[in-house]
């Protein structure tokens, strides 16, 4: 609703590489940078009462990027999330990954179960970190879990199958089944396209391009988007009439 903090803040991290070529280092090091944006932006969202805080950390296009980049990024995560956990706990913060598990490492998928684990029963800010995820394989995923189960269900009864579309049947078979959609997107670096993200989910999402560098975005940077957001008026397709007699 207007006039009140999103719900929901995403947020496409973008320009790392840039910023690190910009001080004629390493693309890695513009992550690393990087990962301290996220602290201050989870300590931003907590601070302002967010109840969710989605970061896009890595996306199905990213695995085709160098090897060696690759690894040193799951490197970083891992690092993060280990080192970050006990302040998650302390904060009350609840850490959830979203994404297609089976690309990922053994590794790392027992730090995240770890730290999911760890943080399961915390009822503050809901940090999810999208990892290995595009909006196109959440779709189909979907879609193929409920057809399949739709047809299961049907043989079952001896029924012969018929399919009925049903969206929110859908929506309760996508990754983020329970989450609400990100009210806000965010993306940083001046760059202004969704990239195979949430797909679905950013039907009615506003959406955000500021300037900065991800590695340089602090808590005045997300301030400033809060202020347009609250800004803008939301119209959901309605005329501003009906929506102001909601
Ligand atoms: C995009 O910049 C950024 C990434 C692909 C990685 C973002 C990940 C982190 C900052 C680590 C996060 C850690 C945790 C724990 C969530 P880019 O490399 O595409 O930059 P460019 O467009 O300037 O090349």
């Given at each position: ?58 996306s199905d296009e ?71 995820y595009s909006g196109k394989w959440d ?54 396209r969704i990239s195979n993200y949430l797909l ?47």
């Open positions: 609703m207007m006039g009140r903090v999103p719900e929901h803040v995403t947020i496409i991290m973008d320009g790392n590489g840039r910023w690190a070529k910009k001080q004629g280092l390493k693309r890695v090091f513009g992550h690393k940078a990087g990962v301290e944006s996220v602290r201050q932006a989870t300590e931003f969202a907590a601070e302002k009462g967010i109840k969710y805080l989605s970061l896009f950390a890595f990213n695995w085709s990027r160098p090897q060696d980049e690759v690894s040193a990024l799951m490197e970083l995560m891992v690092d993060a999330i280990l080192k970050e956990t006990p302040t998650l706990v302390k904060n009350n913060v609840k850490f959830r990954v979203i994404g297609d598990m089976s690309r990922l490492p053994q590794r790392v998928l027992d730090k995240i179960a770890s730290a999911e684990d760890t943080t399961k029963l915390n009822s503050g800010l809901c940090l999810i970190v999208f990892l290995s779709i189909m995923q979907a879609f193929d879990r409920y057809v399949n189960e739709e047809a299961s269900a049907a043989e079952a009864k001896g029924a012969k199958f018929k399919f009925i579309p049903d969206q929110s049947k859908l929506e309760s078979y996508l990754s983020t089944a329970g989450i609400p959609d990100p009210d806000l997107l965010i993306r940083t670096s001046g760059e202004q679905w989910q950013t039907a009615y999402t506003e959406f955000y391009f500021p300037e900065v560098l991800w590695p340089d975005f602090r808590k005045t940077h997300f301030q400033d988007a809060l202020d347009v957001y609250t800004a803008r008026e939301r119209r959901y397709g309605k005329t501003g009439e009906q929506v102001n007699n909601l």
